[in-house]
């Protein structure tokens, strides 16, 4: 198992967020949304039109972003986009957080990050 040193990213640090339109307009309500000089932004409303390949790259551009601490995504977008990129993520930061929905309740068992926390911590899957 290789060593994951955590190294601060410079300035300051914002939260992203993949989800549903409910879910990203709460958050965006509470203040995290962002804009860049380029004029990307640090969340996506996903709807029936979105496709896979926007969502897959989006969080592409989520994951590499120097800025960005904690991605949020809705657990249910993530089991039907997102599942084997989020499989494959290795990195501490930014952290990957699957969130709930008001139409989709969070599932432990779905969860990959949950379920290496605790393998890591009880050596066990959730059951």
Known sequence: MSKKVFKKPEGSSIISIIGDEDTVCGFLLTGVGERNIKGETNFMVVDAKTT????????????????????????????????????????????????????????????TIMQKANRLLYGTELE
């Open 52 to 111: 896979t390949k926007q969502i897959e790259d989006t969080f592409k551009r989520f994951v590499k972003s120097s800025n960005i601490a904690i991605l949020l995504v809705n657990q249910h977008i993530a089991n039907q986009h997102l599942r084997h990129l989020i499989n494959d993520y290795d990195q501490i930061v930014p952290t990957i957080l699957e969130i709930p929905s008001k139409d989709h309740p969070y599932e432990p068992k779905s969860d």
